[in-house]
């Protein structure tokens, strides 16, 4: 297990805003995490799947920030090198992104991919 402190272009990172927002949604679960996933599917081939886990594998990428953590397994993790998670929060509403530079296309609502 792989612990990630600060961004690295083979790793993915905690935006402070979603590490803020991770924070408040998880406070009163000890010890969970979100986990960001990759599953085949979605209008563009891929999309991310976020679910809150209390648990890790043992190869699991661990990515933390202000206290917040998240989990990638190591096959979503090839889909994610360098990506990182933020929190927007504007007009079209609330929500948890991934910028992707491995995308190379993606769809409006922003949770689907083609690589």
Not at 34 to 51: E, H, M, P, W
């Amino acid at each position: 297990m792989s612990e990630a402190q600060s961004p690295a272009t083979d790793a993915v990172s905690i935006s402070a805003n979603a590490a803020r927002r991770l924070n408040a949604i998880l406070k009163a679960e000890a010890g969970a995490a979100l986990r960001i996933s990759v599953k085949g599917g979605g209008c563009s081939g891929f999309q991310y799947a976020f679910d809150i886990e209390r648990s890790r594998a043992k190869d699991d990428f661990v990515a933390t920030r202000d206290g917040a953590t998240v989990l990638v397994d190591p096959v979503s993790l090839e889909m994610l090198k360098g990506a990182e998670l933020d929190f927007v929060d504007d007009l079209m509403g609330q929500s948890f992104q991934v910028r992707n530079p491995n995308a190379v296309a993606s769809c409006g609502c922003g949770v689907s991919f083609a690589v």
